[in-house]
């Protein structure tokens, strides 16, 4: 019972941030670059490219949504294993991804920031994934 408070807790609250991740890509991309950007350049790190974002940041809100779909979806339906594993990819292949991109091309913060947020949600998702998975019939 506990944990399913916490998994419901986690779900609904992940699902609100994603909302609110998705819309600032939409509102103001640049500004969520040049944001990073100013960290970087205290950090001594490589800045991001702030010019042709556009056709990222469509991938990047229809990716926020997708998140925030499947959080609300495990929200609404605990029971359910499969959208805790669907989020724990996304988030994991995110991380990965910017991780990769971190190491080979441009080791900007962003990248950085980004495979640790993934990475921890995309590992919380799939704990709660094993544990919905032992108590399914």
């Given amino acids: 019972m506990r944990l399913l408070r916490l998994y419901k807790i986690f779900s609904l609250s992940f699902s609100i941030i994603f909302f609110i991740v998705g819309f600032v890509f939409l509102l103001i991309p640049s500004r969520v670059l040049v944001f990073f950007n100013t960290l970087s350049s205290y950090l001594g790190m490589v800045p ?8 990222y940041v469509v991938l990047a809100v229809a990716y926020m949504y997708l998140a925030a779909l499947l959080a609300f979806l495990m929200y609404r339906h605990p029971e359910n294993m499969y959208f805790p594993l669907l989020l724990a990819n996304g988030k994991l292949a995110s991380s990965l991804i910017s991780l990769y991109i971190f190491s080979v091309h441009q080791p900007s913060l962003i990248f950085a920031v980004n495979c640790f947020v993934d990475g921890l949600i995309g590992v919380l998702a799939l704990i709660f994934y094993s544990k919905i998975k032992k108590t399914a019939p």
Avoid: K, L, Q, Y
């Avoid at 991001?48 to 056709?55: A, E, N, R, T, W």
């Fill in 48 to 55: 991001s490219p702030v010019i042709g974002v556009h056709f």
